[in-house]
């Protein structure tokens, strides 16, 4: 789950890691109390805000009034803004970036530093990125810290400001199970101490049972994703008009793919997983009606799911409920000459192999 | 032969007693799999299946000689399963078990590194030799005893491809789920070396995804190390970009992740790919 920037920061204060004082606006009568010139910032679950519009300075209290109900509301890459955060300037001396991730192919947590912070640390050549990697067992150690430090040419007091902060970081990477905690920029002051100017925090969203105090936020998914989410169907909404329902992620995917090498475009990609429960099949299908598809198509094998049992909750909801357009069906593995007799009798469309329905499915939603 | 697993494994289920348990003790010991103990806390002197049941791992090894255990725990008591299993002196984990907090991955993965053990999963089908053993939950029919070795990130896909290799009868020496998480125990290059070695596996098969770069990983080791026939298949080469871990994925990353990524790497490693995962079986007869 992917944070705001506010309630990142909420986080690093309470990590003791400091970040310009600020506050959440919800309306003009907000916008009192914090010093001037102070920034507006849009809170979205999305990068490269900064460039949409989604941040801007404000002078004084008119000029802020103005500046809020642009940022409120506005939409940036698909998402409206509904919060906006607003917090003091603050002097800057260096801009730096760091970041803590875990890095899959070591199966490690990774930090990475460097001395080119801003907008633009994706162009920032690799020998300028420095980069440590933590023992998940033994945890972040001094020497860590000094081997990443080290090579960045910073001041005696400006060391120990970047130390503290990396190690409280990790403290957080770990408690707080995230996948990511990126600052950009980090910022060192005159003083030589260092500040937040930025959060990225991703909690692990499998993580999230052990961490109550963190209310869950659904912001990225659209209304039917979350209806889905709740009953525990992993269901994602696309661009085309086929919606596809199969069992397993891979699959799934597979069949998408199937569908484009036709150029069909899949609309709903859902997932059974290795469920046969009727009760489930039935929730998948009216979560897809719900989608208006122009044609589902049912890609099925069958191991350890029986097709026949996936097949009879099929029908049951089809006989039931009726649906409104063609359902294209192929199956495969264990049961599935009963699978095909059972879905032929609910008057749906079975397809002989994994191309051939694909092809079909295309081809009656009229390519893309 | 075979890799990982053969005739000499002797299981240890932990959450045996649950459904999945009953049902996938009843599974395996029908493939032929030496099923020696279960371990539910608090349930010792039970049986399930005729397999006794114990109330921790030591007692399940030391009654029984358990050297391989399965973990069918719910996620947020996997940790602590897989720590006992690898305590206890348990040289082979599958970890079954979907959705367990990635850091508590990371942890029994090095933990399994520092105890020599073998590590599969987790979010995995599990492994199967066929003619010898299956851990997992694979389902058992779709095997034939043969040459071709598979190595997948995937679940119900690799059951496809198996099935439509053994339908043309090319069977398989050991089939390995390797789990769809982005931390896992065993990647395909160690998957790939221990095909390597196998003097059974003839040809080798690996099922990847988009995400992450372990298929470039892979191809990068098979031009170095591999000499066996090599074919693939990539799931996701039209799928969204899946959710981008701010910019520290993209500077990891460097362009890598996506399938056209992915597919370069492989055509360079003289890798043959499938367009649909049912093609596979046929690549395989045609260049093997």
Same mark, same amino acid.
């Given at each position: 789950m992917k944070l705001f920037e506010y309630r990142g920061k909420e986080l690093f204060d309470k990590y003791d890691i400091a970040v310009p004082n600020g506050k959440l606006v919800n *309306? /003009?009568?907000? !916008? *009192?109390g914090l010093k001037f010139p102070f920034v507006l910032k849009a809170q979205v679950p999305i990068g490269g805000r900064g460039k949409a519009g989604g941040i801007k300075s404000a002078e004084n209290l008119n000029d802020a009034k103005e500046k809020f109900s642009q940022i409120m509301g506005m939409d940036i890459k698909g998402f409206t803004v509904k919060k906006v955060y607003a917090e003091e300037k603050v002097e800057i001396k260096k801009e730096l970036y760091l970041s803590i991730t875990l890095d899959r192919t070591k199966r490690m947590p990774l930090i990475m530093i460097s001395? /080119? @912070? @801003?907008?633009?640390? /994706? *162009?920032?050549?690799?020998?300028k990125i420095f980069k440590e990697w933590v023992n998940p067992l033994i945890g972040i150690q001094s020497f860590n810290i000094r081997n990443v430090v080290s090579? !960045?040419? !910073?001041e005696k007091e400006e060391v120990r400001g970047i130390a503290k902060i990396i190690s409280k970081i990790y403290k957080m990477f770990r408690e707080y199970d995230c996948e990511l905690v990126e600052i950009n920029p980090l910022i060192i002051r005159s003083d030589g101490s260092a500040m937040a100017l930025d959060s990225k925090v991703t909690i692990n969203d499998d993580a999230m049972f052990r961490h109550s105090d963190i209310a869950p936020e659904?912001? /990225?998914?659209?209304a039917l994703e979350k209806d889905a989410k709740q009953k525990g169907i992993s269901f994602i909404q696309l661009d085309g008009n086929i919606g596809v329902i199969a069992n397993g992620a891979g699959l799934t995917m597979a069949t998408l793919d199937a569908l484009t090498h036709y150029e069909g475009k899949g609309g709903v990609f859902l997932d059974l997983g290795g469920t046969d429960d009727p009760e489930k099949v039935k929730q998948a299908f009216e979560l897809m009606k719900k989608a208006k598809p122009k044609v589902i198509f049912l890609n099925l094998f069958g191991g350890i799911t029986k097709c026949d049992t996936v097949a009879k909750g099929v029908k049951a909801v089809i006989t039931k409920e009726g649906i409104d357009c063609p359902v294209i069906t192929r199956i495969k593995g264990m049961n599935e000459d009963a699978a095909k007799d059972i879905l032929k009798d609910a008057g749906l469309i079975t397809a002989t192999t994994l191309q051939d329905a694909a092809q079909r499915s295309s081809d009656m939603a009229g390519g893309a | 032969m075979a890799i990982f697993v053969d005739k000499k494994n002797k299981l240890v289920v932990q959450g045996a007693t649950g459904h999945q348990g009953v049902f996938h003790i009843g599974e395996m010991k029908n493939f032929g799999?030496?099923?020696?103990a279960g371990v539910t806390p608090g349930k010792a002197g039970q049986d399930v299946q005729s397999v006794p049941i114990f109330n921790d791992v030591m007692d399940a090894v030391d009654e029984t000689g358990a050297n391989t255990s399965l973990i069918l725990v719910p996620a947020r008591f996997a940790k602590d399963a897989v720590f006992e299993a690898l305590d206890a002196g348990i040289k082979t984990v599958v970890v079954i078990t979907e959705n367990i907090p990635f850091h508590d991955a990371m942890e029994f993965v090095h933990y399994a590194k520092y105890k020599d053990a073998v590590l599969i999963g987790p979010n995995c089908p599990g492994i199967a030799s066929p003619g010898k053993t299956k851990i997992g939950?694979?389902? +058992?029919?779709i095997f034939l005893e043969g040459n071709v070795g598979v190595a997948s990130r995937s679940g119900t896909l690799t059951y496809e491809i198996v099935n439509s290799l053994s339908e043309k009868g090319? &069977?398989?020496s050991t089939c390995v789920g390797? &789990?769809?998480?982005?931390?896992?125990?065993?990647?395909f290059i160690n998957a790939l070396d221990a095909f390597e070695k196998?003097?059974?596996?003839?040809a080798v098969v690996l099922v990847g995804e988009i995400g992450g770069t372990a298929e470039e990983d892979a191809a990068d080791h098979i031009i170095e190390h591999i000499g066996k026939p090599v074919f693939a298949f990539i799931a996701g080469?039209?799928?969204?970009?899946?959710?981008?871990? +701010?910019h520290a994925g993209a500077i990891i990353a460097r362009g890598k992740g996506t399938a056209a990524s992915k597919i370069k790497a492989f055509e360079k490693a003289d890798v043959k790919l499938a367009?649909?995962?049912?093609d596979i079986a046929d690549l395989v007869e045609k260049y093997s």
């Amino acid at each position: 789950m992917k944070l705001f920037e506010y309630r990142g920061k909420e986080l690093f204060d309470k990590y003791d890691i400091a970040v310009p004082n600020g506050k959440l606006v919800n *309306s /003009e009568k907000d !916008l *009192s109390g914090l010093k001037f010139p102070f920034v507006l910032k849009a809170q979205v679950p999305i990068g490269g805000r900064g460039k949409a519009g989604g941040i801007k300075s404000a002078e004084n209290l008119n000029d802020a009034k103005e500046k809020f109900s642009q940022i409120m509301g506005m939409d940036i890459k698909g998402f409206t803004v509904k919060k906006v955060y607003a917090e003091e300037k603050v002097e800057i001396k260096k801009e730096l970036y760091l970041s803590i991730t875990l890095d899959r192919t070591k199966r490690m947590p990774l930090i990475m530093i460097s001395g /080119e @912070g @801003g907008m633009d640390i /994706e *162009s920032v050549p690799d020998d300028k990125i420095f980069k440590e990697w933590v023992n998940p067992l033994i945890g972040i150690q001094s020497f860590n810290i000094r081997n990443v430090v080290s090579k !960045l040419k !910073l001041e005696k007091e400006e060391v120990r400001g970047i130390a503290k902060i990396i190690s409280k970081i990790y403290k957080m990477f770990r408690e707080y199970d995230c996948e990511l905690v990126e600052i950009n920029p980090l910022i060192i002051r005159s003083d030589g101490s260092a500040m937040a100017l930025d959060s990225k925090v991703t909690i692990n969203d499998d993580a999230m049972f052990r961490h109550s105090d963190i209310a869950p936020e659904l912001v /990225e998914l659209t209304a039917l994703e979350k209806d889905a989410k709740q009953k525990g169907i992993s269901f994602i909404q696309l661009d085309g008009n086929i919606g596809v329902i199969a069992n397993g992620a891979g699959l799934t995917m597979a069949t998408l793919d199937a569908l484009t090498h036709y150029e069909g475009k899949g609309g709903v990609f859902l997932d059974l997983g290795g469920t046969d429960d009727p009760e489930k099949v039935k929730q998948a299908f009216e979560l897809m009606k719900k989608a208006k598809p122009k044609v589902i198509f049912l890609n099925l094998f069958g191991g350890i799911t029986k097709c026949d049992t996936v097949a009879k909750g099929v029908k049951a909801v089809i006989t039931k409920e009726g649906i409104d357009c063609p359902v294209i069906t192929r199956i495969k593995g264990m049961n599935e000459d009963a699978a095909k007799d059972i879905l032929k009798d609910a008057g749906l469309i079975t397809a002989t192999t994994l191309q051939d329905a694909a092809q079909r499915s295309s081809d009656m939603a009229g390519g893309a | 032969m075979a890799i990982f697993v053969d005739k000499k494994n002797k299981l240890v289920v932990q959450g045996a007693t649950g459904h999945q348990g009953v049902f996938h003790i009843g599974e395996m010991k029908n493939f032929g799999t030496n099923v020696v103990a279960g371990v539910t806390p608090g349930k010792a002197g039970q049986d399930v299946q005729s397999v006794p049941i114990f109330n921790d791992v030591m007692d399940a090894v030391d009654e029984t000689g358990a050297n391989t255990s399965l973990i069918l725990v719910p996620a947020r008591f996997a940790k602590d399963a897989v720590f006992e299993a690898l305590d206890a002196g348990i040289k082979t984990v599958v970890v079954i078990t979907e959705n367990i907090p990635f850091h508590d991955a990371m942890e029994f993965v090095h933990y399994a590194k520092y105890k020599d053990a073998v590590l599969i999963g987790p979010n995995c089908p599990g492994i199967a030799s066929p003619g010898k053993t299956k851990i997992g939950i694979l389902p +058992g029919s779709i095997f034939l005893e043969g040459n071709v070795g598979v190595a997948s990130r995937s679940g119900t896909l690799t059951y496809e491809i198996v099935n439509s290799l053994s339908e043309k009868g090319m &069977g398989q020496s050991t089939c390995v789920g390797l &789990g769809g998480d982005p931390i896992i125990g065993t990647s395909f290059i160690n998957a790939l070396d221990a095909f390597e070695k196998d003097k059974e596996t003839k040809a080798v098969v690996l099922v990847g995804e988009i995400g992450g770069t372990a298929e470039e990983d892979a191809a990068d080791h098979i031009i170095e190390h591999i000499g066996k026939p090599v074919f693939a298949f990539i799931a996701g080469r039209t799928a969204p970009p899946g959710k981008r871990m +701010g910019h520290a994925g993209a500077i990891i990353a460097r362009g890598k992740g996506t399938a056209a990524s992915k597919i370069k790497a492989f055509e360079k490693a003289d890798v043959k790919l499938a367009q649909f995962p049912t093609d596979i079986a046929d690549l395989v007869e045609k260049y093997s």
